[in-house]
């Protein structure tokens, strides 16, 4: 039962941390923990010499209820998110906790979705967590102050922009602290914890003091004794969360680069991204190109399968090259510039009818196909005629005639870009269109444009003979090109290169 709601338990150093920031907390204050479990926070509230009748607690488990109860507090058996209506907004003067991680594939979360949606829907129905916050704010009085741990997820992932929208609406942020990232592991639990601290402060005649106020935000520290004494903090106007793409609320991301998100046009004006289509079935109409090391795979694989219509297909190139099997672009994964065909799909009338093809798709035009699943971007050369699935390899077509697919192949595989994209916008294996969308862009000078070209082509065509070229001299050519042309306008500090090396380029990995 409890890993099924989620409880995770929060070590008392950090529930005292987050108690001790909350500010002083009056005789007539009302303070809740909408997801007490056993009580670490109702303990550290105790110990700063808050009344216990002051305490509040609700939890969904009745097994806590003696624990809690003992402890001398309220205490309520309830659903939390459930249990909201109208009648009780702003009831409490300071909410704490840790709110439980369920995402929309728990129990929980699929029982109740149609629930949670008449009430959530709006900002975000799928984790529990942020739904917490969302419930939690509503709860507050104006002026009332939430002091959460939970996941930092929320401050990155594009499906989160509704909530930090909500957020920022309504709420002065007071301090964003990447708690250790090793906090849980006893518990296996690897989601990267944040403490979040937000005082309630609604209304369009607060709008510029929210987006005056200065946020405390620390980064990732070692460990809990780090709190008191960060090794780094900044102090940002709360109105800088408005500048990167999806309001992402960022913590350690360099001046320079917020202005080059603020001001540079998006990658959407010369490059247009389109997911692909559903085969429904893809054992049954993907085949590998003999000769390919997928095909390799499928032989062995085939050799354990009895009934020949469940047997992996593998197909000829000469096959590949009539009109019945198309190249078929399905895989992640990190290879740059360039990858042979591995894949094809069927294209006889009785399979067709099975696919689901979106209509306004330029499927079989010249591009670069991008890796939608891998841990840095990924970005290859799309010949001419291929069909493409629907997330894992996403095709992109060029549509502004003054750059080449060689230029854009260039920049989106160098460090800088591999930064923009993966360290800032989005910090997951996955990849979406609308982030590739949202990067900036700079039109190049002829010479930086040939310049790059070159290099790629080289690449490329040393990569058709031999897979495995080390392109390396290259990389590091294209990413000091790269650098300084966008450093010219916008001023990068040269720290910034040294990270981009040692965390963003290839030559970091390999
Ligand atoms: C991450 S644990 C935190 C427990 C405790 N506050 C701590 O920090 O050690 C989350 C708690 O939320 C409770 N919970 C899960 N879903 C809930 C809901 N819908 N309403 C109230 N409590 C819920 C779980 O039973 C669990 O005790």
Redesign the pocket.
């Known amino acids: 039962m ?1 890993k099924e ?6 070590p008392p150093k950090t ?1 005292e941390y987050i108690v001790s920031r909350l500010g002083k907390i009056k005789e007539t204050h009302k303070v809740l ?9 109702v303990k550290s509230l105790i110990k700063a010499g808050v009344n216990k009748s002051q305490i509040f607690c ?4 009745p097994d ?1 209820k003696k624990n809690v109860e003992d402890l001398g507090v309220n205490f309520k058996v ?6 909201f209506n109208s009648d009780i907004y702003n009831e409490y003067d300071f909410i704490v ?6 995402n929309k594939a728990s129990e ?1 979360v699929r029982k109740n979705r149609a629930e949670l949606k008449k009430i959530y829907g709006k900002i975000n129905a799928h984790e ?1 967590y942020s739904m ?1 916050i969302v419930n939690s704010i509503w709860r507050l009085k104006e002026g009332g102050k939430l002091g959460f ?1 939970t996941s930092d997820s929320f401050l990155t992932l594009s499906t989160h922009k509704k909530l930090r929208k909500f957020i920022l609406d309504n709420c002065r942020i007071n301090e964003i602290t990447l708690a250790p990232a090793n906090l849980f592991i006893k518990q296996k639990v690897n989601t990267s914890p944040v403490i979040i601290f937000f005082t309630k402060t609604t209304g369009s005649l607060n709008k510029d003091k929210r987006d005056n106020n200065m946020m405390r935000v620390i980064p990732r520290v070692e460990n809990e004794r780090e709190y008191t004494k960060p090794p780094i903090e900044y102090q940002i106007k709360q109105k800088k969360y408005y500048s990167l793409p999806f309001l992402i609320f960022h913590v350690e991301v360099e001046e320079q680069i917020i202005k080059l998100f603020d001001k540079a046009p998006k990658l959407e004006q010369v490059v247009q991204g389109y997911i692909g289509m559903h085969t429904h079935d893809n054992r049954k109409y993907i085949a590998a190109v003999k000769g390919s090391n997928l095909a390799e795979i499928f032989i062995k694989k085939n050799e354990n399968i009895q009934e020949v219509d469940k047997k992996y297909k593998i197909i000829s190139e000469t096959l590949l090259n009539t009109n019945k099997w198309f190249p078929y672009l399905k895989r992640g994964g990190g290879d740059q510039y360039y990858r042979p065909i591995i894949e094809a799909i069927n294209w006889e009338d009785e399979s067709i009818k099975i696919y689901d093809i979106p209509s306004n798709v330029p499927f079989l035009e010249e591009g670069i196909v991008i890796s939608g699943v891998s841990s840095r971007l990924a970005v290859r050369y799309m010949p001419n005629g291929c069909y493409w699935d629907s997330n894992k390899a996403i095709g992109f077509i060029i549509k502004e005639n003054s750059v080449s697919i060689e230029y854009v192949l260039g920049i989106l595989n160098s460090s800088l870009y591999n930064y923009l994209a993966k360290g800032i916008i989005n910090n997951t294996n996955s990849l979406q269109i609308t982030g590739i969308h949202a990067l900036p862009f700079l039109v190049p000078s002829p010479n930086i444009l040939s310049q790059i070209e070159n290099l790629v082509r080289t690449i490329i065509r040393e990569k058709k003979k031999n897979q495995e070229y080390n392109y390396i001299q290259e990389q590091k050519h294209i990413d000091n090109l790269v650098f300084e042309f966008y450093s010219n306008q916008f001023k990068f500090p040269s720290e910034l290169k040294e990270k981009l090396d040692k965390n963003y380029s290839i030559y970091s990995i390999l």
């Open positions: 409890e709601l989620g409880a995770v338990f929060t529930a923990d909408p997801c007490v479990g056993p009580g670490v926070f609700h939890d969904i488990n806590y309830v659903d939390n998110l459930l249990s906790g840790n709110p439980p991680y369920l929980y529990t917490f741990i």
